[in-house]
């Protein structure tokens, strides 16, 4: 199983993208399944292997965001923008809750953040506190690019506004701590 994960993630790099018809509506999800209890078997998994794919992975797919947003906004006569467009996390790291300042046509502020996988659009993807506190923050301004397939012939879909109002969020770990002894 670990190894069909591992492979769902491994980066390729998409070659000369074209950017025409990659734009897709979000997918329609019916009926929200819930989520198996994964099965509690010991395996020897490579977390550092993993976590370099997909670090490596979500820089392309951000590199490849931002191609888009510059192609985006040169069909919407502002070249003027497509200068203007910032990859803060490749400029600065992460932290600032989304990974790349664009704009819309009108000049106001587009704030970015990009999920890249190589499985399809209903892949599930880690988002972050900080991301998710952001992107509440910021409202309408905020929009997940959600890219898939990336591997093979890259496709995506835009989420605008707050990821609690499109997303099913699931904790996955916690911070722990120890408790203060009350006498």
């Not at 009108?106 to 704030?111: C, D, I, K, M, N």
């Amino acid at each position: 199983m670990s190894t069909v994960l591992d492979n769902l993630e491994s980066t390729t790099d998409p070659g000369d993208q074209l950017f025409t018809s990659v734009l897709v509506t979000p997918p329609v999800v019916e009926v929200l399944q819930p989520t198996p209890k994964s099965a509690r078997l010991p395996r020897k998994y490579d977390y550092a292997a993993r976590d370099e794919r997909n670090r490596k992975l979500g820089h392309s797919g951000e590199a490849w965001v931002v191609g888009f947003e510059r192609e985006r906004l040169e069909k919407e006569q502002r070249p003027d923008l497509a200068t203007k467009i910032d990859w803060l996390s490749e400029r600065l790291g992460d932290g600032t809750g989304y990974d790349i300042l664009s704009f819309e046509s009108s000049e106001l502020a587009r704030f970015i953040e990009v999920k890249t996988t190589n499985g399809g659009p209903l892949t599930p993807f880690v988002v972050s506190r900080n991301e998710k506190d952001f992107s509440d923050e910021t409202g309408d301004a905020f929009c997940l690019y959600r890219v898939f397939h990336f591997a093979s012939l890259p496709k995506l879909f835009i989420l605008r506004g707050g990821l609690s109002s499109n997303l099913l969020l699931e904790p996955m770990d916690y911070r722990a701590r120890l408790k203060a002894i009350c006498s």
